[in-house]
């Protein structure tokens, strides 16, 4: 436990980190990265560098049961086939679950956390948690803990998807944080490490829009600032399923890495960058960056390798 971890936002260099681009590839090792993750990667790339902006890299794996084995070599294998460069050392969250405990107990104290009994087989289906623990003051250990929503409609302008809303209380519910097991949720590990790294813009994947409102409430109760949204449309394979390790999206192959560059940049509907190595192409699409180009939509449908 850390006795007093600094959850300060750092200033940088020229002002304070709001003012410049700090954008991030955040890969969970749940399997190897697959074209989906490229497209992610390059994008979230080439929109830093053409705001002149930072690029970090981190590797998201809370959940360490589902880690898969070999995953985060071959995440790190990737960066360095496809010559992205990250401007700071690469963090892996497994490293940093003291700091989310910390946050958890300073929830604690201002009453925005509750311990939670409930099992999924008790939930069911209803998807909508109806505060059943909220009120019974259960003790911590061995508990699921829950962070409280209140009644009021978020909304936030992604940069592709529109205005996007959500009212948590009938939408949600109160959501995990930790799971019963220990397990730090994504929602907390994410909003806390975007803070600490200085991040001020997020492009990921349409499949965790619906997250967002989530994540912009629990930094408000943080006093965080809120971030720039991009949710890219998501590769759908020939099932009409998106590109993920659980619908066994093939491993990107890092022989063939100026290849699949290019067809994630085709994938962006960028303007054609020529075959070359990969940090020349990637200087090439810097340049051409336009994300008016790509589809104001979720799902991209071709065929994607």
Known sequence: MLSNPSLTLPLRKGGKAEENYVGRFAPSPTGPLHFGSLITAVASYCDARAHQGQWLVRIEDTDIPR????????????????????????IFQKDRLDIYEYVIEHLHQQGWVYACQCTRKMLGSNHIYAGTCRDLNLPFEQQAIRLKVSDQTICFTDRLQGTHCSNLQYDLGDFVLKRRDGIINYQLAVVVDDYLQGMTHVVRGADL????????????????????YMHLPLAMNAQGQKLSK?????????????????????????????????????KQAIAQWNTDFIPHTTELHGSYL
């Open 67 to 90: 880690i898969y084995p070999g995953s985060e070599e071959h995440i790190l294998r990737s960066i360095d086939a496809f010559q992205f460069e990250p401007d700071a050392e690469i």
């Open 209 to 228: 829009l619906d997250n967002t409102e989530r994540q912009i409430w629990l930094g408000s109760l943080l006093g965080y600032p809120q971030l720039e």
């Open 246 to 282: 659980q619908n066994l999206a093939q491993a990107l192959d890092l022989k063939r890495a100026p290849e699949l560059l290019q067809q994630a940049i085709r994938a962006l509907h960028q303007p054609e960058v020529d075959l070359d190595i990969p940090e020349n192409m990637l």
